[in-house]
């Protein structure tokens, strides 16, 4: 109607125009699942500007309407809606779809997905390190100078980097039923206790330990009043950090350290996580230009010269008290008077985010030494380069990788034995781009807008977690048989 306005239609001509004309195609209706929740479709309606979202089965067929009348009648009596009256006069005639109403035939990249969303999802792990290139048992280098004529280090044992990949047997929080769960975490000591004798590997090591620790103990069964057993919940990764660090500190470990720790949550699609510091995590997820929202679609390269649709879907926070000076757990041996003050940090403090996951996604969880070194368009095109050598991608042919998995061939114990490639390709990248000082690093751009000379990479430990999300276990014989 504001168009007809404009154009100085006369009210007949606007109120007679099709409403074929207006409407909201099929395939960008927003819509939501009869399990989100109110404030979802609230957040929804808000940044979309709508005031109608249709709720969608997982059938693709419409149950209802969730309006913003809806929300804003909640809790209000019949008549302060209007009354029965106009309700029956007005309405009531309206009111009620057959049974087996449905949308429209959705596009073919949501029938695949909708038929694939229902089945569990699993998650293939592979794990790379390498400390400081400068690194030796008497200490560390700051140039190469400093280091003299050896081979770079290669021995993992001399990082300062942690991690842990543990999967446990813990009951779900809803269903009750007991499942497979997969934590996931690493830490980056902070090098700079040197200067005090101290090991700065040793806290974010024993960190580590105590996360996975604390998820093992989880997983043994106690005792209730009446002799049944009973299983610990499903342990959020910000209460897995907390513990843990409590029991560092009770330990008396004196260091700091950033952290992460992710726990993949299969049947419900998502990855939760907290991250306290500059370490952190990304997705890289096939987003095709054609169905994606303005957001997410590639408007700098022209589509017949893309090589993929493999962008990042998402980047966590990191956290920053100024430049190079992340937010730390830490311990210095005694608890503080209420007069001083501390630079560390609490689990609490953490980052703490869950985003949904789906089939496909690569994710990849590392410290600082990769962030500061590659930038995240190369870390995508190394991910891209992977899935076309193992033919989980060809030719940017999303289409037919769904109509793949739609067959039954995941590809699984392809992905479970190639993704520490990945992750070793990741960290040889950062080592290369760190002692590569012809091109400026993240960091170096980072530190010069902070009005600190640096050129450069910036060498460091160096940590790479690759999460990739399949539709079937590794080892499953179906998958195997169609491989």
């Keep these: 109607m504001a168009k007809g306005l404009k154009e100085d239609d006369t009210p007949d001509v606007i109120m007679n125009q099709s409403v074929a004309d207006f409407m909201t195609p099929i395939g960008q209706v927003i819509y939501a ?4 929740t109110i404030g979802m479709c609230r957040t929804i309606m808000a940044k979309m500007g709508i005031k109608c979202i249709p709720i969608l089965s997982r059938e693709g067929q419409v149950e209802g309407l969730i309006t913003a009348k809806d929300m804003a009648d909640f809790g209000l009596e019949a008549k302060d809606r209007g009354g029965k009256q106009v309700y029956l006069r007005d309405i009531s005639e309206r009111v009620g779809l057959s049974s087996d109403t449905s949308m429209a035939d959705p596009p073919i990249y949501l029938q695949a997905h909708l038929a694939l969303e229902q089945a569990p999802l699993f998650v293939n792990i592979g794990v790379a390190e390498l400390p400081h290139p400068y690194k030796t048992e008497n200490g560390c280098g700051m140039n190469h100078r400093d280091f003299g004529p050896l081979e770079f280090s290669t021995n993992s044992d001399l990082s300062e980097d942690a991690h842990f990949v543990t999967t446990v047997h813990l009951p779900d929080e809803k269903t009750k039923k007991m499942r497979d769960v997969t934590y996931v975490g690493i830490a980056d000591g902070v090098g700079s206790w040197r200067e005090y004798d101290v090991d700065p590997r040793t806290f974010s090591h024993k960190l580590m330990d105590e996360c996975s620790n604390l998820l093992q103990e989880a997983t043994v069964p106690q005792l209730k009043a009446d002799g049944a057993e009973k299983f610990r919940r499903m342990i959020a990764p910000a209460e897995v950090l907390s513990q843990a660090y409590e029991r560092v500190k009770n330990e008396n470990i004196i260091g700091s350290s950033t952290a992460c720790v992710a726990l993949f949550d299969n049947v419900r699609h998502q990855l939760h996580f907290s991250n306290l510091g500059d370490s952190g995590i990304i997705v890289l997820r096939h987003i095709d230009s054609d169905v994606a929202g303005a957001l997410k679609r590639n408007r700098t390269t022209k589509r017949e010269e893309r ?15 100024s430049f190079n000076h992340p937010y730390q757990l830490g311990w210095t041996g005694r608890e503080l008077d209420k007069e001083e003050t501390s630079s560390f940090k609490t689990a609490k403090e953490s980052c703490t985010t869950s985003i ?12 600082d030494g990769l962030f500061d070194n590659v930038e995240v368009d190369e870390i995508a095109e190394l991910g891209l380069a992977w899935e076309q050598r193992n033919g989980f991608i060809r030719a940017g042919d999303i289409v037919a990788r769904e109509q793949r998995w739609a067959m039954g061939n995941s590809l699984t114990n392809i992905s479970a034995d190639t993704v520490a490639e990945l992750a070793e390709e990741l960290c040889e990248c950062a080592r290369k781009r760190s002692l590569d000082s012809t091109i ?5 751009l980072l530190a010069k807008e902070n009005d600190i000379m640096w050129s ?11 999460m990739h999300i399949v539709g079937r276990a590794a080892g499953d014989v179906m998958d195997k048989d169609r491989q």
């Design 33 to 36: 699942r009869p399990d989100e």
């Design 307 to 321: 090589k993929s649709d493999l962008r990042v879907a998402f980047i966590s926070q990191q956290q920053l008290e």
């Design 356 to 367: 949904h996951v789906r089939r496909g996604d690569i994710i990849i969880m590392a410290t």
């Design 440 to 444: 400026d690093s993240p960091f170096a």
């Design 456 to 466: 450069g990479g910036m060498p460091d430990d160096c940590t790479v977690v690759v």
